[in-house]
Nanobody
Framework: QVQLVESGGGLVQAGGSLRLSCAASGRTFSSYRMGWFRQAPGKEREFVAA????????FYADVVKGRFTISRDNAKNMLYLQMNSLKPEDTAVYYC?????????????????WGQGTQVTVSS
């Protein structure tokens, strides 16, 4: 198993930046595909970004492509999401997720392990 703890959320003005972090503990971090998802009030959880075990492949939702960057540091057991040019519609609770199988990168059911989430609020 792996335990995930997100941090780095907060309140930021539109156009600003935030960097989310996800600390992993437990089994070898490099064994896991990793992803970021978000859920806004009254909406379903949606895919944001994902990264392969080695970090060599990344995937993004169209709505964040070009603004967000996912990365990982396997030596430090850390996952990151750099968010630039933030918009009010990016406001949500952001979750990191992990899976050691071969499921989908972009679907929430492709991940077995989830953090507790961190709130991101973008003011207009």
């Amino acid at each position: 198993q792996v335990q995930l703890v997100e941090s780095g959320g907060g309140l930021v003005q539109a156009g600003g930046s935030l960097r989310l972090s996800c600390a992993a503990s437990g089994r070898t971090f490099s064994s896991y595909r990793m992803g970021w998802f978000r859920q806004a009030p009254g909406k379903e959880r949606e895919f944001v970004a994902a990264i392969s075990r080695s970090g060599g492949s990344t995937f993004y939702a169209d709505v964040v492509k070009g603004r967000f960057t996912i990365s990982r540091d396997n030596a430090k057991n850390m996952l990151y999401l750099q968010m630039n040019s933030l918009k009010p519609e990016d406001t949500a609770v952001y979750y990191c997720a992990a899976d050691d199988g071969v499921g989908s990168y972009t679907l929430s059911r492709g991940y077995d392990y989830w953090g507790q989430g961190t709130q991101v609020t973008v003011s207009s």
